[in-house]
Every structure is written in C-alpha cells, then in structure tokens.
T-cell receptor, first 110, second 115 residues
Framework: AQRVTQPEKLLSVFKGAPVELKCNYS??????LFWYVQYSRQRLQLLLR??SRESIKGFTADLNKGETSFHLKKPFAQEEDSAMYYC????????????FGTGTLLAVQP | EAGVAQSPRYKIIEKRQSVAFWCNPI?????LYWYQQILGQGPKLLIQ????????DSQLPKDRFSAERLKGVDSTLKIQPAKLEDSAVYLC?????????????FGSGTRLTVV
C-alpha cells in the first residue's frame, strides 16, 4: 500500500535550534517525494522536491531509499518557519497524484 | 501569474442538501485536481483531469460526488446529497505538466460544514 507517515503532530523548537521533520513512506517503486508547507492563513504551497535536490529557505531533504525516509531539515530555525508541513509522495505514472501525510505543525518559539 | 481561484471560501449546508464548488486553474495548466482535506488529515485526491478528460477518479464517491471540467478550463465539484462526513476543506490544484515530480499550485480551498 502507498502510505506517507509523519509521526509527529507537533514539533516545538526554539529560534536558532536545528529542526528535523520526519517523513517515512511505503511504496514498492521509485516515488517522487515532496514537502509542502502551509503558513497561517495562506494556501498550501510547494516547498521542495527531492528530484531537484535544492535548498529552499534553508531547508533541505534527502531521500533515503534504504530507510524509506525523506526527512526535512534546517540547521537554524527561524520564527517565520512556523507552519504546517506536509510530506507527499507521487507514485508517478499517468495520474501524478499526490499522497499526503497527516502533517506536522512546526512551532518556533522566540 | 494569477493563482488558482476557488469559490466560495466557506459554505454551511444541512445534511442531504446539495452543494457545488468552482475552480479556475492557472492559465495554460492542463491538469486539474480536486482534493478533500478532513480536519487533522492530509489532503486526499478525489479526481484528476487532464484537459477535459478524467485521468483518475478512483477515490471519488460517485454515488454522491460528481465533477466536470468543460472546455478543459474551469471545473465544478458537486455533492448531492451531502453527509456529515463530507465536512472538509475542498482544495483545487493545477499543474502545467502531468509528469511526476512537477509539483502543483493549490487554491485557497472551500471550507464545507455539513450540519
């Protein structure tokens, strides 16, 4: 079964502390993995995708096929990083649908 | 570029009533998606269109939900009759490309409350 698991509903850190948002997936093929973010009162937006290997707003994510993980990391959290973060998997093929995890609320304290 | 437009923003209806949502994707985006997001869960795909053809509607409850995308641009999603468990945010998204890994642009959603 295709599934994305985000084990933490809430992650609270202090400003300047490192952040790691966990994401594990279950899929037999080679999926495309994404992180989406939703800031307060804004729409869901793409943060980064593993295929582009980019760093956005200081965040990076590495696909670990052995551990079937795609954790999102940032070395120094900022208050403006506070938001809801969703990990998503695209199994590919004709549909290009996204399978989302349940999300993790990141709260960065001053 | 203008974003994905959705209306209405909020809707409250009684169970067994019908409701319709509208979406206008980004100009030139051939692929359009409707997702349902129940409180505390991630979005779940209901239906995907490529131009005006359906690509995937495997998770659309077809006994009560219907969707169309006439002329391959705007789309409407209808629920008839609504149930309490349909209370959710309905998200529309579009993408230029159907290729995996491309990413979507989401609308702001319609929050439906069924009482």
């Amino acid at each position: 079964a295709q599934r994305v698991t985000q084990p933490e509903k809430l992650l609270s850190v202090f400003k300047g502390a490192p952040v790691e948002l966990k994401c594990n997936y279950s899929y037999s093929g080679s999926p495309e993995l994404f992180w989406y973010v939703q800031y307060s009162r804004q729409r869901l937006q793409l943060l980064l995708r593993h295929i582009s290997r980019e760093s956005i707003k200081g965040f990076t994510a590495d696909l670990n096929k052995g551990e079937t993980s795609f954790h999102l990391k940032k070395p120094f959290a900022q208050e403006e990083d506070s938001a809801m973060y969703y990990c998503a998997l695209s199994p590919g093929g004709a549909t290009n649908k996204l399978i989302f995890g349940t999300g993790t609320l990141l709260a960065v304290q001053p | 570029e203008a974003g994905v437009a959705q209306s209405p923003r909020y809707k409250i209806i009684e169970k067994r009533q019908s409701v319709a949502f509208w979406c206008n994707p980004i100009s030139g985006h051939a692929t359009l998606y409707w997702y349902q997001q129940i409180l505390g869960q991630g979005p779940k795909l209901l239906i995907q269109f490529q131009n005006n053809g359906v690509v995937d509607d495997s998770q659309l409850p077809k006994d009560r939900f219907s969707a169309e995308r006439l002329k391959g641009v705007d789309s409407t999603l209808k629920i008839q009759p609504a149930k309490l468990e349909d209370s959710a945010v309905y998200l529309c998204a579009s993408s230029r490309d159907i290729s995996p890994g491309y990413g979507y642009t989401f609308g702001s959603g319609t929050r439906l409350t069924v009482v």
